[in-house]
């Protein structure tokens, strides 16, 4: 499957911002989607991830209460919404996705995705 992300930009510190991921072909009943980010000098690291039918999420604690993963899969989209932004959110942002094992097994292991789109940078200013 192939991704492309989109949204991204220059945000001040607590302002929202949503990216967007669109998937080439269904994706509803074969994978969970997540996203991670890269901050510059820093590792690739998960952010949040969504089970195949919606019903399960995960965040990462820094995340946890401020961004909002979802999915609309009759449009093969998954989405990020991100409020209280901070400064150490800054990063390129990127979505995944992992085809469905049978289990959400290492969810939030980035060698457990299969297909990534191309990136999104998000910078939020202090």
């Known amino acids: 499957v192939q991704l492309q992300a989109f949204g991204g930009g220059l945000v001040q510190a607590g302002g929202s911002l949503r990216h967007s991921c669109a998937a080439s072909?269904?994706?509803?009943?074969?994978?969970?989607m997540g996203w991670f980010r890269q901050a510059p000098g820093k590792e690739r690291e998960f952010v949040a991830a969504?089970?195949?039918?919606?019903?399960?999420?995960y965040y990462t604690g820094s995340v946890n209460g401020r961004f909002t993963i979802s999915r609309d899969n009759a449009k093969n989209t998954v989405y990020l919404q991100m409020n209280s932004l901070k400064p150490e959110d800054t990063a390129v942002y990127y979505c995944?996705?992992?085809?469905?094992?049978?289990?959400?097994?290492?969810?939030?292991?980035?060698?457990?995705?299969?297909?990534w789109g191309q990136g999104t940078q998000l910078t939020v200013s202090s």
């Open positions: 995944a996705a992992a085809l469905y094992s049978g289990s959400d097994y290492g969810i939030q292991r980035i060698s457990r995705y299969d297909s």
């Open positions: 969504i089970s195949w039918g919606g019903g399960r999420t």
């Open positions: 072909e269904r994706t509803s009943s074969n994978y969970n």
